[in-house]
């Protein structure tokens, strides 16, 4: 599910999405609405990152480039994917990630994790901006719960002033200084 595109949309039904500076989107797993026992290769953030984004060339110069490499371990060791992502963030990179599973009794718990760097480059905003209406549709029809956090290189949280993460998609548009109608320039 690694198609490029412009369509930010597409996280309802992956598990995540990496937005590179120059506004290039990559896709990858598949979100299902499975319990915790039924998590497969597909669905899982660290098996599909790793078997459609980890070993690819722009991947491995972006990293590279930016000093800081993804260690593939998929053995459910310290060293993840949710404990570089912060870093990937505060090096210029918009990770954007699809919690959303079953309850345990069986409902629907739909969760968006939005890190991003301090500093967002100009193709980035134009991403987010113009996502700003489906996005703010998808979470309110859902019922989602929503994360947002900024980093700095060296993966600390920048928004030190809030005593828990940023939870709601306006106030992540806001301390971004992103426009919420559509891409219109401020």
Not at 68 to 87: E, L, V
């Amino acid at each position: 599910m690694q198609e490029q595109g412009n369509d930010l949309l597409r996280i309802e039904h992956a598990k995540g999405v990496l937005i590179e500076p120059n506004g290039t989107l990559h896709f990858f797993g598949e979100q299902r609405y499975e319990s915790a026992f039924e998590i497969t290769d597909e669905n899982d953030h660290e098996s599909s990152f790793n078997a459609t984004i980890a070993d690819e060339a722009w991947f491995q110069e972006l990293t590279e480039k930016r000093g800081f490499r993804y260690q593939k371990t998929g053995d459910g060791s310290a060293i993840n994917i949710h404990r570089q992502t912060p870093i990937w963030a505060g090096n210029g990179i918009i990770v954007i990630l699809n919690d959303s599973h079953l309850t345990a009794k069986g409902d629907e718990y739909n969760f968006f994790t939005f890190q991003l760097p301090t500093q967002l480059s100009p193709e980035q905003q134009e991403v987010l901006e113009a996502s700003y209406t489906g996005l703010k549709e998808m979470i309110e029809r859902k019922h989602s719960y929503v994360d947002g956090m900024a980093y700095d290189q060296n993966g600390n949280d920048a928004w030190n002033d809030v005593n828990f993460n940023v939870d709601n998609i306006d106030e992540i548009y806001d301390r971004m200084n992103l426009n919420k109608t559509q891409g219109k320039k401020r």
